[in-house]
Structures are given as C-alpha cells and as structure tokens.
T-cell receptor, first 113, second 117 residues
Framework: AQSVSQHNHHVILSEAASLELGCNYS??????LFWYVQYPGQHLQLLLK??????LVKGIKGFEAEFIKSKFSFNLRKPSVQWSDTAEYFC???????????FGKGTKLSVKP | GAGVSQSPSNKVTEKGKDVELRCDPI?????LYWYRQSLGQGLEFLIY????????KSGLPSDRFSAERTGGSVSTLTIQRTQQEDSAVYLC???????????????FGAGSRLTVL
C-alpha cells in the first residue's frame, strides 16, 4: 500500500530563514506527487505538483520541490520564508492508476516575524 | 459552481445520532472524494466516486459510514450511530476526471466540522 511520511511535525523559523520540509513516499511504480497548503482558517489549496519531466518543480509563492526517485523523496523548499507562510503543509502521492491521493500527516510551519 | 461547496460547515450531534454531510462539487468535475481530517492525523481517505463507475469505498472506517452521489453531482456522506471518535473535519474534493495515470488535481471544499458529544 502507498504511504507518505512527513518527518517534521512542527517547524518554527524566523522570517528570511530557508525552509526544507521532508516528504518520503512508499510506492515502487510511477507516481504523481503533490504539496498542498492549508493557511489558518482557509481551504486546502495546491502548492505544486509533479507528474513527469523536470524533477525540480516550481509552485506558487516561491516554493519549489525536487523529486528524487532513488530516495523516494519530494522535499519542499523555499529560500526565504515570510510570516505569511505560516500554515500547515501536506505532501500527497498517488501511483499507477489509483485515483485517490494518499496524504502525509502534515507539517505545521510557524514563521516568527 | 465556482468552488466545492460543503454543508453544514459545523455540526454538533449527540452520540448515537445519524448525521448527513453534503458536498456540491465544481461543475464539470466527474470525480468526487471524501477525506477526514483529525488533529495530528493528516487527511484520511474515505471514498471516491469516478463518473458512473462503482465507488472506491476502501477507506471507509466502518459500516456506519456510507456515501452516495446522485446524478453524478452532489454527494452525501452519512454517518450512522455516531461515536465520539467520529469527531473530525470532513473534507470533500473534486477533480476534472480520473485518468489512468492518476494525475488528478483535487480542489477541496472548506469542510464540515463534526463534533459528537
């Protein structure tokens, strides 16, 4: 069965610090990978996705993620965080012909002004 | 509609009662998903509907949970004989279509917060 691990439960950073949130998945075949973000009081929204092609994908608000197939990883990065990035971040995967997404437990990011 | 609409936004019920949660997906989206979000547990997949195909019910936690989708649009998630552990936010999402590659972008609603006393 597919699964997703997000190793950091809660990350606290100061503004302008660099961010990297870890995501590892378990699935041996072709995968589609996603990062979703949930700002306080708001809906889950798509941050970025990887389906195929360039393993370095760029999303909204300066976020990017790199798919490393050999490490089964899809880590999220941002060079300089802002207070407005305070949110919960979810990594998700689906593989093969499976229609539903499997989500990790989420990482809460708190950015201190 | 412009987004995924869910109702009610909040529901408080007593243990043992049945509840119904409604989801109205984005117009033209043929796939509809239900997830449950509990504190510290992330998003737990419950069920998804793909067009007129039989739904994938593999995530439903017990036979107290059921869902239907009428006319390929609106869906209702029903929880019978609610228990306190059913307290969570129930999220609905829709996507344009489910293709064999699985490359679907889900758009989520705001969720229905269920509290079972």
């Amino acid at each position: 069965a597919q699964s997703v691990s997000q190793h950091n439960h809660h990350v606290i950073l100061s503004e302008a610090a660099s961010l990297e949130l870890g995501c590892n998945y378990s699935y041996g075949g072709t995968v589609n990978l996603f990062w979703y973000v949930q700002y306080p009081g708001q809906h889950l929204q798509l941050l970025l996705k990887y389906f195929s092609g360039d393993p370095l994908v760029k999303g909204i608000k300066g976020f990017e993620a790199e798919f490393i197939k050999s490490k089964f990883s899809f880590n999220l990065r941002k060079p300089s965080v802002q207070w407005s990035d305070t949110a919960e971040y979810f990594c998700a995967v689906n593989g093969g012909s499976q229609g539903n997404l499997i989500f990790g437990k989420g990482t809460k990011l708190s950015v201190k002004p | 509609g412009a987004g995924v609409s869910q109702s009610p936004s909040n529901k408080v019920t007593e243990k043992g009662k049945d509840v119904e949660l409604r989801c109205d997906p984005i117009s033209g989206h043929t796939a509809l998903y239900w997830y449950r979000q509990s504190l510290g547990q992330g998003l737990e997949f419950l069920i998804y509907f793909q067009g007129n195909s039989a739904p994938d019910k593999s995530g439903l936690p017990s036979d107290r949970f059921s869902a239907e989708r009428t006319g390929g649009s609106v869906s209702t998630l029903t929880i019978q004989r609610t228990q306190q552990e059913d307290s969570a936010v129930y999220l609905c999402a829709s996507s344009r279509r489910v293709v064999t590659s699985g490359a679907n972008v889900l758009t989520f609603g705001a969720g229905s917060r269920l509290t079972v006393l």
